[in-house]
């Protein structure tokens, strides 16, 4: 049987998300891979600076500034740290090696960035010849030295034309460049779901006639919400608002709190909010690569704010959210109350709904592919592998 590791970390939600996504595909495929997930911050826990500093990890600390909103001068954060990787590369590199060569792989997979170098040499070094796989989980790379690198044994999965035309331009071959239609979901995301969206509002307490919007700023929430909320309900909308809070407890109970004249319904973290988007008719929240492509995949407009406050590695996501003309850009958010107005607009949803009802994200199907390539193996087709796995998702 062949062995399948897969390093991710937990700052930020989407990392996790995608490597569960893969071992839970590969288990359902039945293609006699073992998938094995490396937690990358307890691995190289004890070279962990800001740790030893603080006594909180590197992805606490990440955490911590997306709960918060502090993220003004987040680019020049991401250079230090880079910098601190750097110094730190050859006891990085001495650490991975050990654990790579007592913990065998026919094939290694990163689903996180910065560390691509480190992990690329120690694993030539542990296993000569073996390949190693970079799977990009932001729509595009924040270059230089954030998911693509210059080294000539890191293969890299895209999920856009742009990641494909960035590892072009740090000089990859072809042979070390795949490009998949978009980005990793969970299986359950592409289970047919004929539940009926007003009987849906009604299970939830909300009416079954009026527009839906869901507040999603990814699993740990953000204040910003509370302020968008209390911005449409003073403006008194045809509207309503499904809210996921995250792991934002202090969040979920600042928005229960309230009275409210639109209709709220508020969550704190869940594992249906491919359900719930079910109940709505278009997405707010923050431009990360997961919300916006799960809500691709429900067929939701977006509505985003692009400024000095959004991530550096987040920014291209809106840029691709205008040139398909599959939702709306803010300066910030106070400028929400404009944005739902035109979105209510006669015709203007419609028109959102058509170009993004024209994407199509199948890259849960297309990732394993591409492995058993990397593996040597023959491919299967993908329309048998992927009906079976709808079957068996399905079914579970």
Not at 93 to 122: C, M, Q, T
Not at 169 to 195: C, W
Not at 208 to 227: N, Q, R
Request: hydrophobic share 45%; with cysteine.
């Amino acid at each position: 049987m062949k062995k399948i590791q897969v390093l991710f970390h937990d700052a930020g939600g989407g990392h996790r998300n995608a490597a569960v996504a893969l071992q839970t595909i590969i288990s359902q495929q039945d293609r006699g891979w073992q998938v094995e997930l490396v937690q990358f911050q307890e691995l190289t826990d004890r070279l962990d600076v800001l740790r030893k500093l603080t006594g909180i990890r590197i992805q606490e600390q990440y955490n911590t500034l997306l709960r918060n909103g502090w993220t003004l001068g987040a680019t020049q954060l991401l250079r230090v740290l880079q910098a601190t990787i750097w110094i730190f590369h050859r006891p990085l590199v001495s650490l991975l090696v050990d654990y790579f060569r007592k913990n065998d792989g026919d094939l290694l997979v990163s689903v996180i960035p910065h560390f691509n170098r480190e992990i690329a040499e120690a694993w030539e070094l542990a296993h000569p010849g073996r390949p190693f796989a970079t799977l990009i989980t932001d729509i595009a790379d924040f270059p230089p030295h954030f998911w693509i690198e210059a080294i000539e044994n890191q293969h890299v999965i895209c999920g856009s034309e742009k990641a494909v035309e960035q590892a072009r331009a740090i000089g990859k071959d072809e042979a070390h460049i795949f490009q998949t239609s978009g980005m990793m979901l969970r299986p359950d995301f592409y289970v047919p779901d004929n539940v009926d969206p007003v009987a849906l509002r009604r299970e939830l307490g909300l009416r079954p006639d009026v527009t839906t919007g869901m507040l999603l700023f990814g699993g740990f929430g953000s204040k910003a919400m509370l302020e968008i909320g209390e911005k449409l309900d003073a403006a008194k909308l045809p509207l309503q608002l499904i809210v996921v809070c995250g792991r934002n407890e202090k969040l979920a109970e600042a928005f229960r709190s309230r009275q409210w004249n639109l209709g709220v319904h508020v969550l704190g973290f869940t594992k249906e909010v491919h359900r719930l988007m079910r109940a709505s008719d278009f997405l707010i929240g923050k431009p990360g690569p997961g919300s916006v492509a799960e809500a691709m995949m429900r067929k939701l407009p977006v509505i985003l704010e692009c400024n000095a406050w959004t991530l550096p590695q987040e920014r291209y996501n809106t840029e691709w959210v205008r040139e398909k003309g599959v939702g709306i850009v803010l300066r910030n958010f106070g400028e929400i109350v404009g944005a739902v107005r035109q979105m209510l607009k006669p015709g203007v949803l419609e028109e959102f709904r058509r170009n993004v009802e024209r994407l199509e994200n199948r890259a849960i199907f297309e990732v394993p592919e591409i492995f058993g390539r990397l593996l040597g193996e023959g491919a299967a087709s993908e329309a048998d592998r992927t009906q079976s796995t709808v079957d068996r998702t399905a079914s579970s």
